[in-house]
């Protein structure tokens, strides 16, 4: 069965962190991102990795998180540290470019109190 789970959302404080994980199952990942959805708002790419660790962030994000992976674990991960509000959102993974084929997860929420 092909699908996404994401974990290890929750509630912090501002200027906390989290670590998010997402295991993938029924394919084998290759370049992959990460992706945030507020209430009213779109949802944003935050970054991205490459099947070899290349990495790339969106300036909002750019110098507090950090995505990694582990190609034997089919997972990736989101290091999330200097938490603001603003990053309140559910946060899922997702292939990059997005494959249609492949169902989005349930997502995990990132809630961080001021």
């Known amino acids: 069965q092909v699908q996404l789970v994401e974990s290890g959302g929750g509630l912090v404080q501002a200027g906390g962190s989290l670590r998010l994980s997402c295991a993938a199952s029924?394919?084998?990942?290759?370049?992959m991102g990460w992706y945030r959805q507020a209430p009213g708002k779109e949802r944003e790419r935050v970054g991205s990795i490459t099947r070899y660790g290349s990495t790339s962030y969106a300036d909002s994000v750019k110098g507090r998180f950090t995505l990694s992976r582990d190609n034997a674990r089919n997972t990736v991960y989101l290091q999330m540290n200097s938490l603001k509000p603003e990053d309140t959102a559910v946060y899922y993974c997702?292939?990059?470019?997005?494959?249609?084929?492949?169902?989005w997860g349930q997502g995990t929420q990132v809630t961080v109190s001021s």
């Open positions: 029924g394919f084998v990942i290759n370049a």
């Open positions: 997702h292939t990059v470019p997005i494959d249609t084929g492949i169902p």
